[in-house]
């Protein structure tokens, strides 16, 4: 009797998160076809990243002005670059194309792998017509004109070269500085094309907010003219039980492959466990899960304006009977907020974070006590995100839980605003008809906040936030619970 080895789980070559423009053909699939005559054989996860990056419009220009490519180490970044340069210089007839890179010997390495890919392959070698291998000079000319530079960026080289694709590798260590400088050279191309390439970020460690910023433009949904994939894990918290289905578990080997399309092919799962028993939680989750610790991106206030929500903080505001609380619980479990919503005596709704803090099992105690103090209307959570582990417990303790769900979420989130924001088209006497009693992790929430779309309606996006957005979710949804408590006790409303 033979016993067969399982086989090797391999990595998934779906990204979690993928924003490709809408376009008519690609190049992508020339591109790599390219690269296979090259001796570079794409897996198929790098194949995708060409052919939606490469997407192009009915006007032969590209879809994508952006391309952003989020994955951890060593599972084949470099390879999408170099078919993405071999395109540049032999199909598509760039006249320049720049490589730049955080450390010079990762220009450096570049550009020995890339000028091995020509050598190797004589119709590419033949069309060389010069190649400088000077330290800080490397290069590549063609016999047509066109030039392919390596740069690295700590040397503030490449200012005012004006590329037809510039391809900016570790971009976890982007700073602003290059790309505001790189930006106004690219206005004169006929279509010009920009790829961010790295792994996950960290500001406590390096300047990256171009990065983030690119990252939060695809978890919102609306950029029009930016193709971005990433691999990376939502992993659960402390307070997530063993049976918790609503985040990734670091240790598993499932989470591993979800993170990793190179796993099983470039990198083994043996070797990924002996990483996590030596790098530290924070690290290995960085590292190998792809989890980020991002800035703020534009300084936050993307949502609000700072002062349309300062406008309607109100120290001494209180809500008349009767009114409804909600619970949120934080996206990494660690921490929840309980918010409560009903009407003042001036007619205004009046908002407020009543409590806020680490973990979960404080909830149900708190809001029994709540209960008893003021007899609400409505008890609300948004079962789809975590607090839904919270439901069999609440109903365990009597509540009736108004479940905010479905459409409702994007109606509840957009009512917010416009009670809050002051629309273009607005009469002379228009006022904000919220108000809302200040707290720091509420006003963190919403200076950070992040939209995601769905469909036409967008939500306050979990994942996308650089801060805790459950005191904001949670003041959402009590909000939207006290609203239309009448109508829920009737049946759905029609809010359509």
Same mark, same amino acid.
């Given at each position: ?49 060409? !052919? &939606? ?34 395109? @540049? ?7 320049? !194309? ?21 050598? @190797? ?13 000077? #330290? ?38 982007? @700073? ?20 961010? $390439? &790295? ?24 950029? #029009? ?32 492959? #979800? ?70 619980? =934080? ?50 959570? =948004?079962?789809?995100?975590?607090? @839904? ?24 989130? &957009?009512?917010?605003?416009?009670? !809050? ?20 992790? $509420? ?11 769905? &469909? ?41």
């Amino acid at each position: 009797m033979t016993v067969l080895d399982a086989p090797a789980l391999l990595g998934s070559q779906e990204p979690t998160v993928t924003s490709v423009p809408e376009h008519v053909s690609s190049a992508g699939h020339e591109a790599a076809l390219l690269a296979d005559r090259a001796g570079l054989v794409l897996d198929p996860w790098q194949r995708q990243v060409l !052919i &939606g990056g490469l997407g192009e419009r009915a006007d032969g220009r590209w879809a994508a002005f952006e391309v952003g490519v989020m994955v951890a180490r060593q599972n084949g970044k470099g390879a999408i670059a170099e078919a993405r340069v071999l395109a @540049g210089l032999f199909l598509l007839g760039e006249r320049l !194309i720049m490589y730049s890179a955080h450390e010079f010997k990762t220009a450096s390495e570049m550009f020995r792998r890339i000028l091995e890919l020509i050598e @190797g392959t004589p119709a590419f070698s033949r069309r060389v017509k010069a190649v400088a291998r000077s #330290k800080g000079e490397e290069g590549i000319e063609l016999t047509t004109g066109q030039r392919l530079r390596f740069l690295a960026r700590s040397t503030g080289s490449g200012r005012g070269f004006s590329g037809d694709c510039n391809l900016l590798d570790e971009a976890q260590h982007l @700073g602003e500085a290059p790309v505001d400088a790189l930006m106004p050279t690219m206005s004169a191309r006929p279509n010009p094309q920009l790829w961010y $390439l &790295g792994s996950a970020p960290d500001k406590d460690l390096a300047p990256c907010e171009p990065f983030a910023r690119v990252r939060s433009r695809a978890m919102v949904g609306d950029a #029009k003219r930016l193709a971005y994939f990433e691999w990376s894990a939502a992993l659960c918290g402390d307070q997530c039980g063993t049976d918790c289905d609503q985040h990734d578990d670091a240790s598993s080997p499932l989470t591993w492959a #979800k993170t990793n399309p190179g796993m099983g092919i470039r990198i083994s799962e043996e070797h990924i466990a002996t990483e996590r028993e030596s790098m530290s939680p924070r690290g290995f989750a960085r590292e190998r899960l792809s989890v980020g610790n991002y800035p703020t991106v534009g300084g936050g206030w993307e949502v609000f304006s700072q002062p349309a929500w300062t406008g309607i903080e109100d120290e001494a505001s209180t809500p008349a009977d009767p009114v409804a609380f909600a619970v949120e619980v =934080a996206p990494e479990r660690n921490a929840a907020a309980i918010s409560v919503a009903g009407a003042r005596e001036d007619g205004l709704l009046h908002g407020e974070v009543v409590d806020y803090r680490p973990g979960t099992s404080w909830v149900v105690p708190r809001l029994e006590t709540l209960r008893g103090r003021w007899g609400p209307c409505a008890v609300a959570i =948004a079962p789809a995100g975590p607090t @839904g582990s919270l439901q069999p417990d609440l109903e365990d303790a009597g509540f009736e839980l108004t479940l905010v769900k479905g459409r409702d979420t994007g109606a509840a989130c &957009g009512s917010l605003y416009d009670a !809050i924001v002051r629309p273009p088209d607005a009469e002379p006497g228009w006022a904000p008809t919220m108000r809302v009693r200040p707290h720091p992790a $509420l006003t963190a929430a919403v200076a950070g906040a992040a939209r995601r779309f769905i &469909g036409d309606a967008w939500v306050f996006d979990r994942r996308g936030s650089a801060v805790d957005p459950a005191p904001l979710i949670s003041l959402v949804v009590a909000r939207w619970a006290f609203l239309t408590r009448e109508r829920i006790d009737d049946g759905p409303p029609n809010i359509w």
